[in-house]
């Protein structure tokens, strides 16, 4: 079978989660119960199958169940197209996060060559009102989805401007010291760049060619320096030229680090800052579900889903819509809510798992259909 799914979950001693095996299909799946019961620590384990540090950007050793803190591990089942593969990551008490891929030791980015994950939480929905730093990593997000290289770029372009903000802190004037360090910020600087505006045109694209209940949401590049450079010469040049500015501040002041998300509720003309909060969680599964559509086409398959109590914000009839979407687009997504009423609209579409939670440690059972 084609198509991108996990058709088997296992957690041992993840979070709240002692162990927990889910066997799954294609379909979406419904995972309910109570606030704290551990929903959620499900979708987190799926996120860290793709590169990154997941839907709640924890440390390997803040994911151990405590109070054993015995390590942790995550191992799935993968459809990937026309390939099956056996994915699983760990952390020993104290280590670094290991990734094999069919018993082979394996880099994050490699996670992401073989399945793409996408995932909206409750901490997104003040993303176009809270600073730069979060509309970044969204941005990123969805860029990794499309290009997995992106993450080493931006990887690289922090560590040089790492070392040379250490320049800059201790007052070092010597040109010497920085021209390799601004070379290295410029090549992947301009990559980084060049990937986001990709992604963006990819969502463009995606939201102008779908009928959808959701709002259509102009989006733009924004820098607080203006037209700025992306290009890795100018980069470089504009590096060098404002070492006395980025002096005086004590950190670099120019590049990619400093980029912003635009949105604008085509609709209405109106900045998403301005929108209503419903009108922003709207605006948020639009871009979800463009970045989905993008994927299907690029990728060959809708990407992997994860809504964390996404319906619980939206009224029954915007909710069917979402499940419609869904369907239509063949992704299996697994979605969070507090009652199994929130997914009836799904019917027989969707897998229903219930999560118990006992003293600290949670129980998963299969439920069959909504």
């Known amino acids: 079978m084609s198509g991108l799914f996990l058709s088997e979950l296992k957690l041992s001693h993840f979070r709240s989660h002692r162990k927990a095996v889910l066997d799954l299909d294609p379909r979406p799946v419904a995972i309910y119960g109570p606030n704290g019961a551990g929903k ?10 793709s590169p990154g540090r997941g839907l709640r950007r924890a440390a390997a050793d803040d994911l ?15 459809q990937s197209l026309h390939q099956v593969h056996e994915v699983e990551t760990w952390a020993e008490a104290g280590g670094a996060r290991v990734v094999r891929i069919d018993d082979k030791a394996a880099t994050q980015v490699a996670l992401g060559r073989i399945a793409r994950i996408l995932w909206l939480v409750p901490s997104m929905d003040r993303l176009w009102i809270e600073g730069a730093d979060g509309r970044r990593r969204f941005l ?29 802190k201790d007052m070092v004037r010597d ?7 601004e070379a290295q910020m410029a090549a992947s600087g301009a990559t980084i ?18 009928e959808t209940a959701f709002p259509v949401a ?33 950190r670099t002041l120019i590049g990619p680090h400093r980029g912003d998300l635009e949105a604008t509720f085509r609709a209405k003309g109106v900045p998403a800052k301005d929108c209503s909060t419903g009108e922003q969680k709207a605006l948020l599964i639009s871009l979800i579900l463009a970045n989905a559509r993008a994927l299907a086409r690029d990728f060959g398959a809708p990407p992997i889903l994860l809504l964390d109590e996404v319906a619980a914000h939206l009224d029954a009839t915007r909710r ?51």
């Open 64 to 78: 151990v169940r405590r109070p054993e803190g015995l390590g942790w591990k995550v191992s799935a089942v993968l």
């Open 175 to 181: 040109a010497h010291w920085y021209a390799a360090l």
């Open 140 to 168: 990123d997000r969805i860029t990794l989805s499309f290009e997995p290289t992106h993450a080493e770029a931006v990887l690289a372009y922090e560590k040089a401007m790492r070392e040379r903000n250490r320049l800059l």
């Open 193 to 210: 760049w060049q990937n986001r505006r990709f992604a963006v045109a990819q969502l463009l694209d995606a939201q102008e060619a779908a």
């Open 320 to 370: 069917a819509a979402l499940y419609d979407e869904i369907c239509a687009l063949g992704a299996q997504a697994f979605m969070t809510g507090t009652g199994a009423e929130l997914f009836d609209e799904l019917g027989q579409r969707a897998q229903t798992i219930e999560v118990h939670d006992a003293d600290g440690t949670s129980t998963v059972v299969a439920k069959g259909t909504p």
């Open 218 to 250: 102009d989006l733009a590049l924004g820098q607080p320096e203006g037209d700025a450079p992306e290009d890795e010469e100018g980069l470089k040049a504009a590096l060098a030229e404002g070492r006395a500015r980025d002096l005086a501040a004590g």
């Open 40 to 49: 959620t620590n499900i979708l987190e384990a799926i996120s860290l199958l």
